[in-house]
């Protein structure tokens, strides 16, 4: 039986080849930073400024923006602060949409991949049936373009979103380079 070496893994992982954010759709970073992780939860905790909203839960901060600036495609940014292995701090950043919406996209993603097999069965059943089959491949077709159209929504919002992610961004740094200093 081969064992696996944790230390070995942990290096591989960390060799991973981000993938681009110009095609994903909820773009992630990571950054390495100089003190203990409590100091910069404590002071995301304590920074308050308008337009944004900060809430902590362990070692995670949300930051979003209050119900003024909010339009329908407003980004959120999820932190998760944590002490590594190596004694040094991590932060782990993703920009996504409000939960309430990334959740309706899945479950519009899955109902139409769920209705992509249906009609895949039905016409894979009636092609060996010798029945025609021609609405069933259609109505396939129907599934991927709305696939697509999905996609193109979502990089509309996120193109709509990239002006308030920009502003989320700075003020995490802003935090950030002022918790640097005060520490």
Known sequence: MHRINFTTFLRH??????????IILRPRFQRILERNKEGYLQAFEIAKQAPFLIKRVDDHVFIKFN???VHFWSPQLQLEITDDFDEETKLFGLFGPNPT?????MFLHFGVATLFVIFGIWAYSSAALDKPYTWQVVAMCFMI???FAFYVFGRLGKKKGRPQMNQLYDF????????DQDL
């Open 13 to 22: 992982f960390r060799q991973m080849k981000p993938l681009p954010n110009e």
């Open 67 to 69: 119900k003024q600036e």
């Open 101 to 105: 919406l990334w959740t309706f996209f």
């Open 145 to 147: 373009l709305f696939w």
């Open 172 to 179: 995490m740094n802003g935090v950030l380079t002022k918790t």
